[in-house]
């Protein structure tokens, strides 16, 4: 400011005293403002940033996840040697029972990886000292593993999910986080609908100023506060409603109305938004048609306003999806295939706490295997996401 | 005479017929119906906020059934009853009831001989006495219900005496976290929790300022600049626990070295890996980072645009435009939206547990690379046990946290309100 200021004022004192010719020291070409360039610099950093997680995000857990899919499991074939096999041998004479192999498994005995080439009954032809391992000689009655690696047909389709015994199924999260999700969007959706429609088509504009911030505060609690709610107030409720007996403690109905409670105030401040942009010349068009309010609202207003509010049901449903503590409090631990709502049930998001609540080893299978899961709803969330804004943009009415 | 006219002809104009009445009579008869139904939704969401409210007060007053594990009368010396004797026999107690080990800590701490008398009572309270909750009733049962509650705490438990119990109070605030459920308190949590958020702050507010006024002063349509503002807002959509795992990757694991303060020497030698406040705290900054940016872009879009063309005419530069006039005219609105993304970063908790929070520490964090707790991880570890007990100091602990954000919210309230206020003068 101060230098600039002094040459403003010398570019004048030579123009006032060289009249004829305008003085060479001033130059009136763009200078370079190499402060000003390291400034917008430093901003689209910041701005570059948002990028840089984006990326973190999606290499963090990319890369977990496949060391997730190529990590080598060995599991017990309840197999053992026969007799014993020396370093030249390549048919061993192994027991019967156990899990069944077949021809092309990676075996393991002691820490030799072997493939097998043809296998005959008890008869089984390997080829040895693979994977860098070396040949030796193995006694008899040593037990046999077979190497299971996680497929991503397993991952996508299995229907158990038991990292401890190398089940990785992931279909008991995902209907855990199914159901309480489902539940939340039965109870959000159309009360959140309703709120909505009272705010902006019926409430007065005091009732308004009252009645917003009051559900304004129920976005603001702490997730964590509804996780105890749901525990010791929603809970009990539904256990005396509908007995004991049917009602676990930790059920997956439960969280997911929790849940419902929660998301409400951003579906019915969102579709509230749409209805309120929707022009007053539409609702007084159909007042003069002789329409009553109720038909205003619901036959000219939502129609008009619908992408917005299909917008707040995608995005309520991808909070619903993610929601973490509410199921990691209500909805109880371990992973149970089940429709049964008032079952315990895990759901992704709470195995993902539960796993890494305790202390968590550096490329364990538990390690990896929450990344796994943690990808796949990254995706899930993100793509209802992007389909929320993209139904906004490619369906809004615009009125003018 | 001409009203009658009027009314004749306005009736002439509407269809007669019985078909028309009884349709105009269903149409507005639903219309009733539904506006009730839509008046008793938002209803039900006012009602279940005082439920919400409800249950936790319930949960953090109430009666408690104490029960003591040594009766203070029969340590009682000559006569004298426990709470009249003097400090040399209170010392005598503990050393016939207490083993040599804890003792000889107790010693190490502070000589007895320097404890005053209301010290060594304490003690004795503590670790002779040993007083227990056996059970605790809710607020409602406490109130309404009392004869009935006290008939059953007679019957349960004769040796209990029946005390009315706040589990929120001054003490609760101040004291560490503790096994006990009647000692534990919040200090360790709400300390770790300004530190997390104080760092979380450090980091987020000037680079989320800095992309708002990039996004919103300096760039052009250009796809680079699509994709960042994109970008922001679907990370604003990301669930929380995502950056959790992101922070475990890249702040616990991948920087250990920078985040377990090892580089700086500084390490703490029950620590020394990476889960620590600084971690956490620079996860949570990412978490509100996009909230940051989008508030601040639109405190920055609501500056007039005749303040940055007067500057300009000034002869000032982009930046001295920005710094000197739009920037101070944003402020409160920016740190509005930075106030309430703030408040969001304080309830996270589940990212805290992914980056490693805790499970027990009873030691102040000292800077940060040491480890921590915050106010919602110990919520959710008390409201997670089995014990009644736990879930009334999970009550009180509720109760903290909400009287921190409801003070956060407030002064973002008063900031709008001054803001305003001088935009219409």
Redesign the interface.
């Known amino acids: 400011m101060q230098d600039e200021m002094t040459t403003v004022a010398k570019g004048s004192v030579a123009v006032a005293t060289g009249n004829v010719v305008i003085d060479a020291a001033v130059d009136l070409r763009k200078r370079p403002r190499i402060r000003e360039a390291l400034i917008q610099g430093f901003l689209f950093l910041c701005g570059a940033l948002s990028i840089l997680t984006t990326v973190g995000i999606v290499f963090e857990l990319g890369k977990e996840s496949l060391s997730f899919f190529s990590q080598q499991l060995w599991e017990d074939t309840n197999k053992q040697l026969v007799v014993a096999a020396d370093v030249e041998m390549t048919t061993f004479e192994i027991v019967e029972g156990g899990k069944a192999l077949q021809g092309g498994d990676i075996i393991r005995i002691n820490d030799e990886v072997m493939r097998i080439v043809v296998l005959d009954g008890g008869l089984v032809t390997v080829e040895r000292g693979l994977q860098g391992t070396r040949v030796v000689s193995h006694s008899a009655e040593t037990d046999i593993f077979v190497s299971n690696k996680v497929s991503l047909t397993e991952f996508f389709t299995g229907t158990k999910w038991n990292p401890q015994i190398g089940q990785f199924g992931i279909w008991p999260l995902v209907t855990a986080t199914l159901m309480t999700s489902a539940f939340a969007m039965i109870i959000a959706l159309p009360l959140g609908l309703s709120v909505a429609i009272y705010l902006s088509e019926y409430a007065s504009d005091r009732a308004r100023g009252i009645l917003k911030p009051i559900l304004e505060i129920l976005a603001g609690i702490p997730t964590v506060v509804y996780g105890y709610f749901a525990l010791t107030l929603m809970t009990p409720l539904l256990r005396k409603v509908l007995g004991a007996e049917t009602v676990q403690i930790y059920n997956t109905a439960s969280a997911g109305i929790v849940i419902g409670i929660l998301i409400l105030p951003l579906v019915s401040s969102m579709s509230e938004d749409a209805l309120r942009a929707v022009p007053r010349s539409l609702r007084e068009a159909a007042y003069g048609l002789g329409a009553t309010k109720l038909e205003t609202a619901v036959k000219v207003v939502v129609p008009a306003a619908l992408s917005g509010i299909t917008a707040a049901f995608i995005v309520a449903t991808s909070r619903a999806i993610g929601e973490t503590m509410i199921v990691a409090v209500a909805a109880g631990a371990g992973p149970n295939l089940t429709f049964n709502p008032f079952q315990s049930a895990e759901t992704m998001t709470g195995h993902i706490v539960r796993i890494s609540g305790g202390d968590l080893s550096y490329d364990s299978i538990d390690y990896n295997s929450i990344f796994a899961i943690g990808l796949m709803l990254f995706f899930v969330t993100l793509s209802l996401n992007v389909i929320s804004q993209r139904i906004v943009r490619r369906f809004r009415e615009v009125y003018e | 005479m001409a009203d009658q006219q009027v009314r004749t002809q306005g009736t002439a104009s509407l269809p007669q017929g019985e078909g028309f009445q009884e349709n105009f009579a269903a149409?507005?008869r639903?219309?009733r119906v539904?506006?009730v139904?839509?008046?008793?939704?938002?209803i039900?969401?006012?009602v279940?906020?005082t439920?919400?409210l409800y249950?936790?007060v319930n949960?953090a007053f109430g009666l408690a059934a104490i029960q003591n594990e040594v009766n203070p009368e029969t340590l009682a010396v000559e006569g004298v009853p426990l709470d009249k004797l003097d400090k040399q026999h209170l010392v005598d107690i503990l050393q016939q009831n207490l083993s040599k080990g804890l003792l000889r800590r107790f010693e190490s701490e502070q000589p007895f001989a320097e404890r005053t008398r209301e010290d060594v009572y304490d003690l004795v309270i503590e670790r002779v006495v040993e007083p227990q909750v056996v059970h605790t009733w809710s607020l409602y049962d406490s109130l309404f219900r009392r004869s009935a509650v006290l008939a059953a705490a007679a019957e349960d438990y004769p040796d209990a005496r029946i005390e009315f119990m706040s589990w929120i109070d001054p003490k609760f605030v101040t004291t560490p976290q503790s096994s006990d459920p009647e000692k534990a308190g919040v200090r360790t949590a709400i300390l770790g929790s300004l530190w997390t958020i104080a760092i979380t702050i450090v980091f987020a507010f000037?680079?989320?300022v800095?992309?708002a006024?990039?996004?919103e002063e300096?760039?052009t349509d250009h796809w680079v600049?699509r994709?960042?503002q994109?970008?922001?807002?679907?990370?604003a959509?990301?669930?929380?626990?995502?950056?959790?795992?992101?922070g475990?990757?890249?702040f616990v694991?991948a920087l250990e070295p920078l985040s377990s303060g090892t580089l700086f020497g500084l390490t703490d030698p029950t620590t020394a890996n990476g889960r620590t406040i600084f971690s956490a705290g620079l996860t949570l900054g990412?978490l509100i980072?996009?909230l940051i940016?989008i508030n601040g872009q639109e405190a920055i879009r609501a500056v007039p645009d005749s303040l940055r063309r007067a500057s300009y005419g000034l002869?000032a530069?982009?930046?001295?435009t920005v710094w000197h006039h739009v920037l101070p005219n944003a402020l409160p609105g920016i740190l509005t939206g930075t106030i309430l993304a703030v408040?969001r970063a304080?309830?996270?908790?589940?990212p805290l547990?992914?980056v490693?929070a805790s499970?027990f520490i009873t030691v102040d964090p000292s800077g940060p690379f040491s480890k921590f707790t915050t106010l919602?991880i110990q919520?959710?570890q008390w409201?997670?046990r089995p014990q009644d007990e736990f879930?009334n100091i999970?009550?009180g602990a509720?109760i903290v946290?909400?009287a921190l954000?409801l003070a956060l919210?407030a002064s973002a309230v008063l900031l709008r309100n001054r803001y305003s206020r001088r935009v219409r003068s």
Do not use: C
């Open positions: 149409r507005h639903a219309g539904w506006y139904v839509f008046q008793a939704s938002t039900i969401g006012i279940v906020l439920a919400l249950n936790i949960g000037p680079l989320g800095g992309a006024i990039y996004l300096y760039a600049n994709i960042i994109t970008n922001i807002n679907n990370l959509g990301v669930p929380s626990i995502i950056y959790g795992m992101l475990l990757a890249i694991r990412l980072l996009p940016i002869g530069t982009k930046w001295q408040s304080i309830g996270e908790t589940a547990i992914v490693g499970t919602p919520i959710y409201t997670a879930r999970a009550a509720i946290l909400l954000l919210n």
